[in-house]
């Protein structure tokens, strides 16, 4: 039945109409760690480009504080934990779930993935990244099962320059935690752990050193060759790694941020050398007569870390940092530029989060999702951003752990404690939750508190198989868990 859902679609997308789709998303970057939102040290002057000339969100969140649940919302535009992906190396992408690539590529457009995976494993021919093992089928789940026609990915992980490799000895002011100076030559080194697949499941050895940010670009570029001389409408997922730890940048970007600590210059050079590759795709898309009808986003899947180096990434002025519910943990940034559409700047206020891709570009495509049964969280930003739309018409919940949210036009509904105690904040006047309003407004609290409790009922459900049964529950050996599955709130 899916798959004959999803061969109709093909037959509802003029060709003449069907722009190309980049989806950018970087690993761990913070709301302040660009330009574009005011970092005074870290240059990307080509996102800040795309800041000038596009969409710029400035209260874009991501589904959840930690990467592999905010990577699932983008491909299925639900909540995280309606898939069964709660947290990080846990779950897979279920295969009744429908993808954005599997809608898209039954549209006529060809279909890639390249970076990061982090939704499953992608061999059960050995232990790679940071699961799995020989003979172990429980969580593989690689891109071919979701609608790709192209990959270039890695499960988890890897470092930021020489992807493969990390020192044997590291030197003073480095650690197989942080990061390290780039190796230099006849320095003895050892294999990562982590490899890069491609979409038949076999192994990549080749172009495999330098900047990471540029080896996933080198496919991404060849894979636009491939669609512009097929003459077919592409959607390429661009995941880069940067600047998850470990972060390791090249010579030239020590060189640029010499005045530093050595693990600021990775941090620093490592997405300065992300934001070089984001302008080179740019140019190779104008290049080839593509960049009018291109839409390409940007986002990171979460807020900064901080287990090791918080001094390292910025979430601004905002409270919290990653695996926090609070806006540092989950604002990021967030663009897109699509100059067939939006001909001048333009910034959104509205609270946006990455569960709106999907119904957005169905809706900017007048394709219907081929299961209208389907709880979808996110919605169209269509009219944002051909509009001026002045609130959002959904709610936007968030789970992480111990910890739910509730976002409702200015205001935020928090508990850090499983539902225990709620705290409420007006975002837009107290952008940084300094100021608890809760006692003040208990009839609002309540209100906010029971469409929250009805929301994650619904969540639960869909978790459960309400769509499409509870088979592929029991075979993913899932247990629903959730901050309110344990005790109820007052």
Known sequence: ?????????????????????????????????????????IQTPHLDQMAAEGVKFNRFYSASSVCSPTRASVLTGRNPYRIGIPRANQGFLRPEEVTLPEVLKDAGYL?????????GTLTHAEKDGNRGGKGRLKDFNPPSSHGYDAAFVTESKVPTYDPMKRPLKFQEGSSLKLGWESLKEGEEFEFFGTHYWDIN???????????????????????VDKSSDENKPFLSVVWFHTPHLPCVAGPEYHEMYKEHPIHFRNYAGCITAMDKQVGRLRRHLKSKELEENTMIWFCSDNGPEHKARPDNGSAGHFRGRKRDLYEGGVRVPGLMVWPAKVKSPKEV??????????????????????????????????????????QRNKSIGLMFGGRIAWHRGPYKLISNNGGKQYKLYNIEDDPTEKNDISLSYPELVSELKKELREWHESVKSSFEGKEYGDESLLKSRLKWSSPLSVKKSN
Not at 3 to 22: D, G
Not at 350 to 369: F, G, M, N
Request: charged share 25%; aromatic share 6%.
């Open 1 to 41: 039945m899916k798959k004959l859902l999803l061969l109709l679609v093909s037959l509802t997308v003029s060709a003449t109409e069907q722009p190309n789709i980049i989806l950018i998303m970087a690993d761990d970057l913070g709301w302040g760690d660009t330009g574009f939102n005011g970092h005074e040290v």
């Open 201 to 223: 499941g076999d192994k990549v050895t080749d172009n495999l050193e330098g900047d990471d940010s540029r080896v996933i670009m080198d496919r991404v570029i060849s894979f």
């Open 111 to 119: 279909t890639g993935h390249f970076g990061k995976w982090h939704l």
């Open 349 to 390: 206020n509205l609270p946006c989060v990455t569960s709106d891709y999907l119904p957005t570009i169905l809706d900017a495509l007048k394709i219907e999702h081929p299961q209208p049964t389907f709880e979808i969280d996110g919605r169209s930003l269509m009219p944002l951003i051909e509009g001026d739309i002045k």
